[in-house]
Structure formats: structure tokens, C-alpha cells
């Protein structure tokens, strides 16, 4: 049994040369033209192309770049597209670097691909110039022929401009989306509805709700996350606005007069997009989905539910405090 696990584990010499001689014919083939006469060596862009390769699996940008100097010595035309596409996707987070092969390129007169685009607007986001990609990206929108622009290409600078509450910047970019055939992915739909929420504007964030509901899909708990704490900032104005109505409701002895009534209709406006007791948007008619509370609103519930119960005594109270506990014991979240 001990020759036996020996003999399985030790590769026979013969076999490690039969091997090796297999990798020296397929790495002699990579850099030659096809079997027959014609044959070649490999190319300067090719020593270079594998030359970056292996810094790319070994995430060594330095010496990249000095493979990249050496080769602009020997090449005077523009690199073929895939190097550029490993040396930008090298040098993301080098954004005088990443400047310096986009200077190659431009003055060679290279044409952008959509992963040119892509990594460029990356690497500007990241250096913090969110108006440099953003004109980047919109001169590719423009630019002919047109790259094939995709979501990956919008999706880092959309969350950038989400991020700084640029709204018009953000309906600009969804315009020059649609006008290249790209649509939003669920990301990008819940950080618009949050930006839309932020800065209070309730039709832009109902719609962008509407929209996410029309897409019937399950959303990702990170999207579910950021969509639920933009609900609540709404809610908890709405709140705000009516225990404000209420006090001077009350200071004027007008609790349920006209003018009460009239100036808590914003108030009831907002509470139909939560409170809809058929299970349908009372706005636009969309059938709702039932969604977990969180830990603030279950706390809320929960308040009111026993300041009710303590109203109508101890009994009821502590009645309503052994039901809590036989829901925890379910395992019940909505």
C-alpha cells in the first residue's frame, strides 16, 4: 500500500518529460504563425502583450509600466487594443499613470472601444474626478463610430453621481443611456429612487418605485436595505409634518375643524403610498408586495400596540405581551 500511494504521488520521470516537452511545443506555438512554412516569431506587441499578463496575475503595476516604456521605444504606431485594455485595467487606481497611456493614445489617434471607455471612466472616478468621466463617458455617447457601450460602462459613474446628489447629472446620464439602447439595472434604479428621496422629490421617487415593482423581481438585500431606508425618510417627515399640524391644531382648539382638514392633506397624500389596505397603490393602482419591517418600525409598532393595550388595562397588556412572544417563538418577520 506504501509503493502504491508512493507511485501515485511521484509523477514517473519519463511522464515529466513527456510533459514538459508538450508545454515547450505549446508555448513554441502561441508565438508562431500556423504549422507550414511562413513560420515567425512573435511580434513586439506579443512580448509585450505576455509580459503584461503575467503583471496582471501578479498585480505588479511598476513593472508594467516599465515594460510599457520599453516597448513605446520600439514601436512608434499605436498598441494594439488589448494592451491598452491590461494596462488601464492595471493602473485604475494610478490615475497619472493611467493619464499617461491615455496620452499614448490619443496622440496615436486610438479609437476608444467600450473597454477603453469602461476602464477610463473607472479610473476617473476613482482619482475623484466625477465630472472628468462623466465628460469622458458623454463624449462617447457621441463619439463615431459609436462604441458598444454597456451598463458596466455607466454603472460606476451613475453611483458616483448618486453619491453627490447631482440630480440633473443623473438624468443626464439616463438620457444618453437610452439614447445608446442601455437601461438601468436594479442598482442603479434604487440609488436614483434614495437620490430622488434625498433631495424630496416624491413624483421622480413614487416613479422610480413603480418602476422597480413593474421589473417583479426579487431585489437584493442591499438594494432592499438602501430602498427601505429611503422609504422611511419620507414617512418620518410625513410624521413630522403631522404631529406639527396637530400641535397647532390643538393650540387653535381646531382638531377636526376645516382648516385642519385642509392643511393635513399632504399628510394623508403621502400615508396612501404606505397604507394601502387592499394591497394596490392608491396613486397608480400597482399591486404591492408585503416587505419586512425594520428594526426602527417594529419598535414603533410595538409601542403603540401596548400603549392601546395598557389603555384598556393590565389585562389586556399583558395578554397582548404573551401573543408577542408566541410570534418571536413562529419565527415571523412580516
Not at 506504501?2 to 511545443?25: E, I, K, Q, S, Y
Not at 453621481?161 to 444618453?176: F, G
Not at 422597480?212 to 413630522?240: N, T
Request: aromatic fraction near 4%; charge should be neutral; proline fraction near 3%.
Amino acid at each position: 500500500a506504501g509503493r502504491d500511494a508512493r507511485t501515485l504521488t511521484a509523477p514517473h520521470p519519463t511522464c515529466m518529460r513527456r510533459a514538459a516537452t508538450f508545454h515547450r511545443l505549446l508555448h513554441a506555438q502561441a508565438f508562431r504563425s500556423p504549422m507550414g512554412k511562413g513560420a515567425r516569431k512573435s511580434s513586439a506587441q506579443d512580448v509585450l502583450f505576455y509580459e503584461l499578463s503575467r503583471c496582471a496575475r501578479d498585480a505588479n503595476a511598476a513593472q508594467a509600466l516599465l515594460a510599457f516604456d520599453a516597448a513605446t521605444g520600439n514601436v512608434s504606431d499605436a498598441f494594439e487594443a488589448r494592451i491598452y485594455h491590461k494596462l488601464l485595467a492595471l493602473l485604475v487606481d494610478r490615475p497619472s499613470d493611467s493619464a499617461r497611456v491615455r496620452q499614448h493614445m490619443d496622440e496615436r489617434g486610438v479609437a476608444r472601444d467600450e473597454t477603453m471607455v469602461t476602464l477610463e471612466v473607472r479610473g476617473l472616478v476613482h482619482a475623484g474626478d466625477v465630472a472628468g468621466a462623466v465628460d469622458c463617458l458623454l463624449a462617447a455617447t457621441r463619439a463615431e463610430p459609436k462604441p458598444d457601450l454597456k451598463l458596466r460602462t455607466f454603472a460606476t459613474i451613475f453611483s458616483a453621481v448618486c453619491d453627490k446628489d447631482d440630480t440633473a447629472t443623473a438624468w443626464q446620464l439616463q438620457e444618453s443611456m437610452a439614447a445608446v439602447g442601455v437601461k438601468l439595472g436594479e442598482e442603479e434604479m434604487v440609488r436614483f429612487a434614495a437620490l430622488c428621496a434625498r433631495v424630496g422629490d416624491d413624483a421622480a421617487f413614487e416613479a422610480q418605485l413603480c418602476r422597480l415593482q413593474a421589473a417583479r423581481q426579487l431585489l437584493a438585500p442591499a438594494s432592499l436595505r438602501l430602498l427601505l431606508a429611503a422609504c422611511d425618510r419620507p414617512a418620518a417627515e410625513a410624521a413630522v409634518e403631522g404631529d406639527g399640524q396637530r400641535r397647532a391644531d390643538n393650540a387653535q382648539g381646531g382638531g377636526a375643524g376645516g382648516s385642519g382638514g385642509v392643511s393635513g392633506s399632504s399628510g394623508e397624500h403621502r400615508a396612501t403610498l404606505v397604507a394601502c389596505p387592499d394591497g394596490v397603490c392608491a396613486s397608480c393602482g400597482t399591486r404591492l408586495a408585503a416587505l419586512p419591517l425594520t428594526a426602527v418600525q417594529r419598535g414603533q409598532m410595538c409601542d403603540e400596540l401596548l400603549s392601546v393595550a395598557a389603555a384598556q388595562g393590565e389585562e389586556a397588556r399583558q395578554d397582548l405581551l404573551r401573543f408577542g412572544e408566541w410570534v418571536v417563538q413562529q419565527g415571523f418577520t412580516h
